[in-house]
Nanobody
Framework: QVQLVESGGGLVQAGGSLRLSCAASGRTFRLSSYAVGWFRQHPGEEREFIAGINWSGTRTWVKDSLKGRFTISKENGKDTVYLQMNSLRPEGTAVYYC????????????????WGQGTRGTVSS
């Protein structure tokens, strides 16, 4: 099972920024060979699929409501995927997860290879 590790969450004021990172744990799995998605889960709600990037990093998508503020990128040399979140709003408070899965780029999420523990972002008003 794929194990991914998210980091970079924290507490910021509204209008601030966070940069989240997603890396694979272990040496046998290379994140650079897979499409990766970012997700978030608000308290009491289902996990929401918010961004995706293909294996080479040449194609990306971000949920319409987050466009212009959130950016997904990939640094294959570091085997890491990032989610840059700018102009954060209190509704951005959530636990953020990354995952590899089928359907990342079609936005039709299929089988998820594995979830990390998530990283919590808190945006104060």
């Amino acid at each position: 099972q794929v194990q991914l590790v998210e980091s970079g969450g924290g507490l910021v004021q509204a209008g601030g920024s966070l940069r989240l990172s997603c890396a694979a744990s272990g040496r046998t799995f290379r994140l650079s060979s897979y499409a990766v998605g970012w997700f978030r889960q608000h308290p009491g709600e289902e996990r929401e699929f918010i961004a995706g990037i293909n294996w080479s990093g040449t194609r990306t998508w971000v949920k319409d409501s987050l466009k212009g503020r959130f950016t997904i990128s990939k640094e294959n040399g570091k085997d890491t995927v990032y989610l840059q979140m700018n102009s954060l709003r209190p509704e951005g408070t959530a636990v953020y997860y990354c995952a590899t899965a089928t359907g990342i780029m079609s936005k039709a999420l299929g089988t998820v290879d594995g979830w990390g523990q998530g990283t919590r972002g808190t945006v104060s008003s």
